[in-house]
């Protein structure tokens, strides 16, 4: 993923952030909250894309509307693809 350079600084942070999600998100489904979910969700939809992370906006929108869904398993699948994402990702710093 190619990132500008005036995000280095905060990227790293947004990425710890999604890392908690991993926690976040299986705890508030074993509690069958689902609103947590559905925000958490809708956080990452819209903050992704603006951080260079277009693969986490979209895991955020079909979480948003898993969760909306009360879609339990269509959950476990997405934060599993949030950990292999987060896992995965290589990260270059440009000037844009």
């Not at 600084?9 to 074993?30: C, E, F």
């Not at 990452?44 to 979209?58: A, C, D, L, N, Q």
């Not at 339990?72 to 950990?83: E, H, K, P, W, Y």
């Amino acid at each position: 993923v190619i990132i500008d350079k005036e995000l280095e600084g905060i990227v790293p942070g947004y990425l710890v952030n999604r890392k908690q999600d991993l926690t976040l998100i299986p705890n508030a489904l074993q509690e069958k909250n689902f609103l947590t979910i559905q925000t958490s969700g809708h956080r990452m939809k819209g903050s992704g894309t603006g951080y260079g992370f277009v693969r986490i906006s979209e895991i955020g929108r079909d979480l948003e509307i898993a969760a909306k869904e009360q879609d339990s398993g269509q959950i476990t699948r997405l934060v599993d693809d949030l950990a292999t994402y987060l896992e995965s990702v290589d990260i270059e710093y440009e000037e844009v």
